[in-house]
């Protein structure tokens, strides 16, 4: 078991699964009876009765704008808006803050943010020096880091962001194995040890994230003699995914439920399509549930060659709050997929937002079957102006044609 960080991660798939689902209920009503909000949210829903995917995927999504807005509207009683089912004192050490702002606790447990079992992938072990990038003020960044590296058994040099050419001399002087933070600052130190002529041997690791970590970054960085991981975590739900050495996606965390869900909806999609990231975390500090994250990715077939048996997702794709301004009225991915819905023989559907400004065209691409009925066109025609107040083409399309790129709505607009 020396590859993996804990027997979780060899698990069988459908033991996974159970354990999961047979840890749901037990979260969803820590969430009703803890906390405030979600026994507003999952007002009426029987814990006991979501034990499966299909149930969980009928539950609301709160999404991170509502989770700020709702958290503002009830900030008055409770700083964290009633999300919390922890308060200051000894079973919560730190606060810390996201732009908006957010407020996020950070409770008592070891490894809380569970980002040790992404340094060991990384290649940390026990006994190293953790060189730590990540922001330590007011964002929780640093901590999420410095946390798992202390789980992990490391000792970390909280190094923070800015000052490169100390950090330099911190690096060479200390003589850390690794690396955490953001993959562009890891290019601004290696490029300022570089300009100094300073050696940087021990740094043989890293692991990134808050950033893109694209392929010419990433061989950039190898070829100074550093290779560098990715995850994918954030302030709201710690470890969400991390990536492994065959470098074939990125595997979930062992203690989150996440589906990819249809943006604007709560509807997940088949295996392989883009779509939103929506989590669940069986955290019982914070317990969010069916948290959307406003990110897109997609489930990879398969298993990680690295024997994991987790599901693996592509990583970050892009954004999934496609909210569009047309013609003075906003349009949402939300209103796409209830046109959509209106009508069976409807697949998959894109709004094509068109024209130079002030001069805004709309065109609902829409998958269908072939033998669509007469007049359908027209009919959903009427939908697009009954559900956005604003007239819009249709373009039918065989299925499959849309590209998988978890767009719903798309800006072709030319502005001068």
Not at 191 to 203: D, F, Q, T, Y
């Amino acid at each position: 078991m020396s590859d993996f960080y804990d027997a979780l991660e060899a698990r069988d798939p459908a033991q996974r699964e159970r354990d999961l689902l047979t840890a749901l209920p037990r979260q969803i009503l820590q969430a009703q009876t803890a906390t405030s909000a979600f026994a507003r949210i999952l007002a009426g829903v029987d814990a006991g009765r979501i034990t499966s995917r299909e149930a969980l995927a009928r539950l609301p999504v709160t999404r991170k704008s509502e989770l700020l807005a709702l958290q503002k509207a009830h900030r008055a009683s409770d700083p964290f808006g009633g999300f919390a089912a922890i308060g200051f004192g000894s079973r919560m050490p730190r606060v810390f803050a996201s732009p908006g702002t957010l407020y996020e606790p950070e409770g008592e447990a070891s490894d809380y943010w569970r980002t040790a079992r992404a340094l060991y992938a990384a290649g940390f072990r026990r006994g190293e020096l953790v060189h730590n990038s990540f922001s330590y003020h007011m964002t929780p960044a640093g901590s999420i880091m410095e946390s798992g590296a202390h789980a992990l058994g490391c000792t970390v040099f909280a190094a923070g962001t800015g000052q490169t050419e100390q950090q330099v001399d911190a690096i060479a002087e200390l003589r850390p194995a690794g690396y955490a933070g953001t993959p562009g600052f890891l290019k601004i130190i290696l490029e300022k040890a570089e300009e100094k002529g300073i050696g940087l041997p021990s740094l043989s690791k890293a692991l990134v994230s808050g950033e893109a970590f694209p392929p010419s970054l990433r061989d950039w960085i190898a070829e100074r003699g550093v290779v560098g991981m990715q995850c994918y975590a954030t302030a709201d739900l710690g470890l969400v995914a991390y990536e492994t050495p065959p470098r074939e996606g990125l595997v979930l965390d062992e203690s989150v439920i996440v589906e990819i869900v249809r943006p604007g909806t709560g509807d997940p999609v088949p295996e392989g399509e883009v779509g939103e990231i929506v989590v669940t975390t069986l955290n019982p500090d914070y317990p969010l549930i069916r948290f959307g994250t406003g990110d897109l990715s997609a489930v990879l077939p398969g298993h990680c060659p690295s024997g994991r048996t987790q599901t693996r997702i592509r990583g970050w794709l892009g954004r999934a709050d496609q909210t569009t301004k047309v013609r003075g009225m906003f349009v949402h991915p939300g209103q796409v997929a209830d046109i959509a819905r209106r009508f069976p023989e409807a697949g998959r559907a894109r709004l094509v937002v068109e024209g130079e400004t002030g001069e805004d065209r709309m065109t609902l691409r829409l998958e269908c079957a072939l033998g669509a009925p007469e007049g359908l066109a027209e009919r959903i025609a009427e939908a697009i102006r009954e559900v956005t107040k604003l007239r819009g083409a249709v373009e039918l399309v065989a299925p499959g044609e849309l590209p998988n790129d978890g767009k719903v709505i798309e800006d072709a607009r030319s502005y001068r």
